[in-house]
């Protein structure tokens, strides 16, 4: 007996009414219909420990209002606080105006905007490449970047811990994937050097800023071992544009390895306060890019309203630095506060402050009895980190006041005590 029923055999024989003796076919929604991890959620909102898909009702700098109450909020991508900055609105609004609320169109056909050269023209000066290529979201310049450039024998060699994105990216290519340890420069040289002779082009992946651990990826030893090995670097800086480095242009500035970085790949939609993505580089490979990724040409352009709000976004980030200063601020007191408590973080590197709580069961408890107290969070779960090794996610933005972080602090405190987290 076999689950699987030739398409052909379902159809029947030559003079056979339809459905007689046909062999039935699973129902393809059978997974959905029959789930077990849906039931898990349906249960999990029966008892009130559902933490996602909380829809904010207004938001006013660190606080949100959910539920009729507000909260704080941590957690969050809007690094440096603009997504409420006045002059993004008004930037946002201007485009409106003038072109509309859609560009219902690919950027290859009806949908380039004179606004949108203009942000490439402006991101590629501010990053010092040749190039930048801008995508309706940073999720779609992953799988762009990845299915266009690597082919049949090329080898792409992955961080485990990259984003969700690039794997797609490799999935939707005909490259051959290769993960090494996170962040374990020892185990990337293994595989490189076990490839070594063989025929095919290599490119080195890897976050910049680890979403969930906070981690920043050892980019002075990769770029050694690209060298050495004849690989190229692609850096996804989803959370280090903006935020990292001297004038903010991110993880590479940070390290000093601006023009070692082959391709950075970015998002509109954390510290631009916005939406959308780009991929920054030489100006040929950019170029064939934009001739070449479907998840680019076959999609609708950028709307012009965000297109304007990261370009007001770039202009802030470009001549007020206290932004970024005062969120660095803010990262000190959070963390230095969670460390203190003795809370696990994972010797996070960055501005993501993760807070280790282990079992899933224990992490979800963690999360409602800091939602009861008026902290809006979400637990990161399997298959999000490691299996036991959930965490809650904590971040703060530019606007967050000190006040704020004490009293999340307080909270982590007393929540942290009661569940035996800390001691
Ligand atoms: C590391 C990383 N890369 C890419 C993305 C995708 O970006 P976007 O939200 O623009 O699709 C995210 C967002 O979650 C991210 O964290």
Not at 108 to 130: D, K, V, W
Request: proline share 4%.
């Amino acid at each position: 007996m076999s689950d699987y029923v030739n398409i052909d055999q379902t159809r029947g024989r030559p003079g056979q009414k339809p459905g007689e003796n046909a062999a039935r076919a699973d129902d393809i929604f059978d997974k959905a219909l029959s789930s077990s991890n849906l039931a898990r959620v349906e249960e999990a909102k029966d008892a009130g420990v559902y933490p996602y898909f909380k829809p904010i009702l207004k938001q006013n700098g660190g606080r949100v209002t959910v539920e009729g109450r507000e909260m704080i909020i941590t957690g969050s991508n809007d690094y440096l606080g603009l997504t409420q900055d006045p002059r993004l609105k008004e930037a946002a609004r201007a485009a409106l105006d003038d072109y509309g609320t859609g560009c219902t169109g690919s950027r290859f056909l009806t949908g380039t905007l004179a606004l949108h050269e203009e942000l490439e023209r402006r991101l590629a000066e501010f990053l010092n490449a040749e190039a930048v290529l801008t995508f309706s979201a940073g999720f779609l310049g992953a799988l762009a970047v990845l299915s266009a450039l690597a082919g049949r024998q090329d080898i792409l060699y992955f961080d485990r811990e990259n984003h969700a994105s690039l794997y797609d990216g490799a999935r939707l290519s005909f490259g051959t994937l290769r993960k090494y340890r996170h962040n374990n420069l020892a185990d990337l040289e293994r595989l490189l050097a076990r490839d070594a002779g063989s025929p095919g082009g290599r490119m080195i992946v890897t976050d910049g800023v680890f979403s969930m651990s906070g981690h920043l990826a050892d980019l002075p030893g990769i770029v050694e071992l690209a060298r050495e090995y004849g690989a190229r670097v692609v850096v996804d800086d989803a959370h280090g544009t903006g935020v990292l480095g001297e004038n903010g242009r991110g993880t590479a500035e940070y390290f000093g390895l601006e023009g070692e970085i082959d391709l950075t790949i970015g998002t509109f939609s954390k510290s631009f306060a916005s939406l959308g993505g780009f991929v920054s580089g030489p100006g040929k490979v950019v170029d064939y890019v934009k001739h070449h990724a479907r998840p680019f040409i076959f999609t609708a352009a950028l709307p012009a309203t965000q297109v304007a709000t990261v370009l007001k976004a770039l202009e802030i980030m470009e001549t007020e630095p206290h932004h970024r200063e005062s969120l660095w601020r803010n990262v000190e007191q959070l963390r230095h506060g969670l460390s203190s408590l003795g809370f696990e973080t994972l010797s996070s590197e960055s501005h993501i402050v993760p807070v280790l709580v282990g079992p899933d069961e224990l992490t979800v408890v963690f999360w409602r009895a800091l939602w009861e107290a008026g902290i809006f969070t979400t637990p990161a779960l399997p298959p999000g980190v490691p299996v036991g090794q959930s965490i809650i996610r904590t971040s703060v933005n530019a606007d967050h006041t000190p006040e704020q972080i004490e009293r999340l602090l307080e909270v982590f405190a007393g929540v942290g005590q009661y569940l035996g987290v800390i001691g």
